[in-house]
């Protein structure tokens, strides 16, 4: 099978031809159709997350399974299928009550730790992989479909970990981004009051073509000004950023208002950001961190998307060969939505 390597972060993919995977106990071999490209994977070829090298990195698929191994009962050959990101052990206590992203024996990251989906075939445990509903067209719209497990499972997850609830203003940082234009069609699709923030006109605009109310240009700076402003000087009720620098985490809290809720999820790891410890009681702020989805919440997005709630944004699409292609862009955050990697 054809497969892109990184032999190292921070350099050029490697197409290689590898043996196509052989599943053990437990285990199950698809065919990739197409595999989304954003800044989760980014991170991993830039060095900016841990990760196992060489590697083959890409973790959000449109798959049909290939081959299974002994003891597997919840996939069979033919299947469509999706992944779930990380890999746990699905018998602790937070994996036991859909918290799998917090599970206590977790150990990593599907192309991170384990060689992910920018290649022709993939090898799993079997209790990754979630069917795609028969609603979803998932031949015709191959690169759509392989985004939903993260650009909007992870979003669908904030609506309901900071309680959206209709008419509240929800701003989001880095709107423009592949998670973040998707979260403002979730932020809307919840019946919030949506703004927009980000640094380029062009990524606003499209922030509007899928929901957004009301943009704020962070490139002129003073965004909590701005902010505060949008909002009648009353403040957020929910301010998402995924961005997550210190700079926009610390306008973020600066723009809540009363019983606000800051909800990170961003940043790959960036230095920590100032809170004013008096609004904070004052106002009876709440700062939380967001991770990823548990199984349910993306078997949920899934069928959102088959019932026609909202469509995955899927602005470009390249072959297996041209991914050093799409980093480049994906580098210079000039994709608006989401990049897919679709196969032959």
């Known amino acids: ?11 050029p993919f490697v197409l290689e031809d590898r043996p196509i995977p052989v599943p ?34 890409g973790h959000e698929i449109t798959a049909v399974i290939s081959a299974v191994g002994p003891g597997v009962d919840n996939v069979k050959e033919g299947d469509a299928v999706t992944a779930h990101f990380y890999i746990t052990c699905g018998r602790c206590k937070w994996c036991l ?23 022709e075939y993939m090898k799993l445990p079997a209790r990754n992989y979630i ?15 392989s985004v939903i497990c993260d650009a909007i499972a992870t979003p669908y997850k904030v609506t309901k970990r900071a309680r959206i609830a209709p008419l509240e203003n929800v701003a989001v940082i880095g709107a423009g981004g592949g998670v973040g234009i998707h979260m403002v069609a979730l ?63 610390g306008e973020a809290v600066k723009a809540l ?10 940043g790959a790891g960036q230095k920590a950001f ?23 919440e993306l078997i949920e997005s899934l069928e959102l998307v088959a019932r026609g709630d909202f469509w995955p944004l899927v602005t470009e699409t390249y072959k297996l060969e041209e991914v050093e292609k799409v980093h480049q862009r994906l580098a210079a955050g000039a994709i608006t939505g989401r990049a897919a990697v679709v196969m032959d």
């Not at 069917?131 to 479909?145: F, G, S, T």
């Open 274 to 296: 100032e809170a004013s410890q008096r609004d904070m009681v004052n106002k009876e702020l709440e700062l939380m961190g967001s991770r990823y989805c548990s199984k349910q």
């Open 131 to 145: 069917h795609i509903p028969k609603a979803l067209d998932y031949r015709k719209n191959a690169a759509e479909v």
């Open 187 to 249: 932020a809307r699709w919840a019946k919030a009051r949506v703004i927009a923030v980000d640094v380029s006109a062009q990524k606003l605009g499209k922030c509007r073509d899928m929901g957004a109310h009301d943009v704020v240009d962070a490139s002129q700076g003073k965004v909590a000004e701005a902010l505060l402003e949008l909002t009648g000087g009353k403040g957020l009720d929910v301010a998402i950023d995924f961005v997550s620098s210190a700079g926009t985490l």
């Open 257 to 266: 208002g009363r019983g606000g809720r800051l909800v990170t999820l961003g």
């Open 24 to 57: 053990g106990p437990g285990e199950a071999v698809c065919k990739i159709l197409a595999c989304g490209a954003g800044l989760t994977i980014e991170h991993a070829r830039a060095g900016r997350a841990p990760a196992n090298f060489p590697l083959v990195i």
């Open 97 to 119: 009550i859909n918290r799998e992203t917090l599970c206590e024996s977790f150990t990593g990251y599907i192309g991170r730790q384990v060689d992910g989906a920018y290649a």
């Open 1 to 11: 099978m054809k497969a892109m390597v990184l032999k190292a972060p921070n350099t």
